[in-house]
């Protein structure tokens, strides 16, 4: 079993930045893929980044963070990050860290393609 713990949230203006952080624990964190997915009042779960944890640690971004966002891992921390700026009041979710066992064809860009998630953390952009 793996845990995973997210932190970094907060309320930050438009135009700000904030990093988002993803520690995870447990047993031998063997993970294939990290991302971060975001979910607003009354709105499914979407995908926002993600990085293969292991070799180039290729990334993938969705459109709408592309350019504003940043994934990145820390292997021998076993965390990754979120750095997000140009931060814009459609950003306001509560954005979870999600690890997949394995890849098969590419990074997993839906929900089902994770096996663990954290608790979430609460992103709040001002206007």
């Known amino acids: 079993q793996v845990q995973l713990v997210e932190s970094g949230g907060g309320l930050v203006q438009a135009g700000g930045s904030l990093r988002l952080s993803c520690a995870a624990s447990?047993?031998?964190?063997?993970?294939?893929?990290m991302g971060w997915f975001r979910q607003a009042p009354g709105k499914e779960r979407e995908f926002v980044a993600a990085?293969?944890?292991?070799?180039?640690?290729?990334?993938y971004y969705a459109d709408s963070v592309k350019g504003r966002f940043t994934i990145s891992r820390d292997n021998a921390k076993n965390t990754v990050y979120l750095q997000m700026n140009s931060l814009k009041p459609e950003d306001t979710a509560v954005y979870y860290c999600?690890?997949?066992?394995?890849?098969?064809?590419?990074?997993?860009?839906?929900?089902?393609?994770?096996?663990?998630w954290g608790q979430g953390t609460q992103v709040t952009v001002s206007s």
């Open positions: 999600a690890a997949a066992k394995t890849v098969v064809a590419g990074i997993p860009l839906t929900p089902v393609g994770y096996d663990y």
């Open positions: 447990g047993r031998t964190f063997s993970s294939s893929a």
């Open positions: 990085i293969l944890w292991r070799g180039t640690g290729s990334t």
